[in-house]
């Protein structure tokens, strides 16, 4: 019968000068030598092979009670990844394209912070999508010690520093109020109502782009944001701070009032804006709001620009009036407030309104009037 090679079986050897028998076998890539006993103690080799067996017991255990990467991502997606469909694709884009390629046939346990540290630094990718990737792994911890896989320990992950890691590599652009004038005379129809809907209220486009017209109470001059849309998929909004019911400028809902007089699809179960390619069941992509943006702003001479570039704005406008910090807070719907919250305390609803109010007002004052409402 054919033996099993070595680097499988282990093999016992003798220190002639100790006069110690050493147990050696390959596990995980590595040598692991075990202390069997001295020469005295067993006499022969055989004696210490069999001695040996239960030692080579201790270590295949101890192997199999390591837990891969791999079936602890399985599981991970199961049980605690977040439900929400732009961040599971984030989560997933880092795991399938990083995290198991290198690390998927490897136990958690071997996910320290020095090799985890020098493998990212071997990536040529931004020191953000390197945080990205360190913080998935330190989930992946998180979630071993939360099932008892591993005993509860410091994360090693806390152990690993990116180097401009916190530190912003493309600076905020945002628009001037003029340059937003220049650039809606370039928008028309439905895509004028995203832009000025967009800076009133500094709504990320997902969120605008899932507005129903059921969604806006025109008796008490309010819109209720509540989900948003990604891939033509309708999801939650991002943080529950996001959902919130809030008012909306006279001159702002008279620009709404005029586009549902123009909507073909103007019931309170139907999109504010409908895609024309899939007959109202569906609104526009983002895709084709982006591609109308990007070629809008070119022809303003405001060069490229994306949809997030009017919270950007909504941001700026909002200091430039002098709203306090915390009156942005709110308004910006935003859910860390570590600092803002414990400084500034809660928002009043009245400034709120007035701050509003006055960011609508910058965004229509010197449009025409067929602009307003085209």
């Keep these: 019968m054919k033996r ?3 680097f499988k079986t282990g093999s016992v050897v003798l220190d002639r000068r100790r006069k110690v028998w050493y147990f050696l076998q390959w596990a ?59 961040t599971r694709q984030g989560y997933n884009t880092w795991l399938n394209h990083y995290v198991l390629p290198t690390w998927g046939t490897r136990p ?26 360190r913080g998935m792994i330190r989930l992946l911890w998180d979630f071993a010690m939360w099932r008892g896989d591993v005993p509860v320990q410091r994360n090693p992950m806390e152990l690993v520093v990116i180097p401009g890691g916190s530190k912003r590599t493309k600076q905020v652009r945002s628009l001037t109020v003029e340059d937003f004038h220049k650039l809606c005379r370039q928008l028309e129809g439905p895509f004028h109502v995203i832009a000025l809907l967009c800076a009133s209220f500094g709504l990320r486009i997902s969120e605008c782009l899932a507005l129903k017209w059921a969604d806006v109470d025109w008796l008490n001059s309010t819109v209720r944001v509540e989900r948003g849309i990604v891939h033509q998929k309708v999801d939650d909004v991002k943080t529950p701070e996001s959902q919130r019911t809030m008012d909306v400028a006279p001159e702002l809902l008279d620009v709404l009032k005029a586009w ?15 895609s024309p390619v899939k007959i109202g069941r569906l609104p526009i992509s983002y895709a084709g709001v982006y591609r109308t943006l990007s070629s809008a702003g070119e022809r303003a001479g405001i060069g490229h ?70």
């Design 305 to 374: 620009l994306s949809s997030h570039i009017f919270r950007q704005s909504y941001r700026t406008w909002l200091d430039g009036i002098g709203t306090p910090v915390g009156i942005q807070q709110k308004l910006m719907r935003h859910s860390d407030v570590r600092v803002t919250m414990n400084i500034y305390g809660s928002a009043d609803a009245s400034a709120m309104r007035e701050a509003h109010q006055k960011i609508v007002r910058m965004a229509l004052n010197g449009l025409p009037g067929d602009c307003k409402t085209s």
């Design 28 to 86: 995980n890539g590595k040598r692991q030598t075990k202390t069997i006993g001295t020469l005295r103690d067993f006499p022969t080799k055989s004696a210490a092979w069999t001695a040996a067996q239960g030692m080579r017991a201790q270590i295949q255990e101890a192997k199999d009670n390591l837990l891969g990467v791999a079936a602890l991502v399985e599981a991970y997606r199961a049980e605690k990844m977040p439900r929400r469909a732009m």
């Design 4 to 6: 099993a090679p070595r």
């Design 108 to 133: 958690i346990q071997e996910l320290q912070a020095r090799p985890v540290d020098l493998w990212l630094r071997s990536l040529t990718l931004s020191a953000k999508s390197k945080v990205h990737i």
């Design 260 to 274: 549902k007089q123009l909507s073909e699809f103007s019931s309170g179960s139907d999109w504010i804006f409908p």
